[in-house]
């Protein structure tokens, strides 16, 4: 079993929607909860950091953690075709050499 | 702040040969990490670097090795390539644990 699960997609939704992307993970020592977008050709761009259970808003941006059903949610709502990129999600855990540990992304495309 | 660059931006090598990738690091981060992403993959962790010593180390074989120098910039090296070494290798670099700034990567190519 990995260590991180990402449901790889792809998705494509019209503008204006509401867009739900997960991850499940395995490893009960991961306290840090990231999601990056990336666009092509380009590096992950940090967009939501969370520690331990509970939910972070930023603007249009909404990251759920769960860690009693390790699982980890990021919400898009009022999806543009700007958002139109690869999500991953990545943890770590406390301490040690802060390794990242990645889902294997999905990507999203906002019809205009 | 600059930001996180590599270089060189694309590379085509031959198997067997060796190649040395650079990164430099954001203004005041200490710490150097990188990535291999395969095509349709989430970034792989290969090794850390923290002012100058390796701080952690992926599932990579010895022939991947790394340095990191007095002002923060880092090198990867890769001896004997493989084919499946093709990929785009990032450099990330942070100064404390909340989160870490990527470069754009370096698309290597071996054939």
């Known amino acids: 079993q990995k260590e991180v699960e990402q449901d790889p997609g792809p998705l494509s939704v019209p503008e204006g929607a509401i867009v739900s992307l997960n991850c499940t993970y395995s490893?009960?020592?991961?306290?840090?909860f990231m999601w990056y977008r990336q666009y092509s050709r380009k590096g992950p761009e940090l967009l939501m950091y969370t520690y331990s259970s509970g939910n972070k808003e930023d603007g249009r941006f909404t990251a759920q953690v769960d860690k009693s059903s390790k699982y980890i949610s990021l919400f898009i709502r009022d999806s543009q075709p700007s958002d139109s990129a690869t999500y991953l999600c990545?943890?770590?855990?406390?301490?040690?050499?802060?390794?990242?540990?990645f889902g294997k992304g999905t990507k999203l495309t906002v019809n205009p | 702040e600059t930001g996180v660059t590599q270089s060189p931006t694309h590379l085509i090598k031959t198997r067997g040969q060796q190649v040395t990738l650079r990164c430099s690091s954001q203004s005041g981060h200490n710490t150097v990490s990188w990535y291999q992403q395969a095509l349709g993959q989430g970034p792989q962790f290969i090794f850390q670097?923290?002012?100058?010593?390796?701080?952690g180390r992926g599932n990579f074989p010895p022939r991947f090795s790394g340095l990191q120098f007095p002002n923060y910039s880092s090198e990867l090296n890769v001896n004997a390539l493989e084919l499946d070494d093709s990929a785009l290798y990032l450099c990330?670099?942070?100064?404390?644990?909340?989160?870490?700034?990527f470069g754009s990567g370096t698309r290597l190519t071996v054939v």
């Open positions: 490893n009960s020592a991961f306290q840090y």
């Open positions: 670097y923290y002012r100058e010593e390796e701080n």
């Open positions: 990330a670099s942070s100064s404390d644990s909340y989160g870490y700034t």
């Open positions: 990545a943890m770590r855990p406390l301490g040690g050499s802060e390794k990242l540990v």
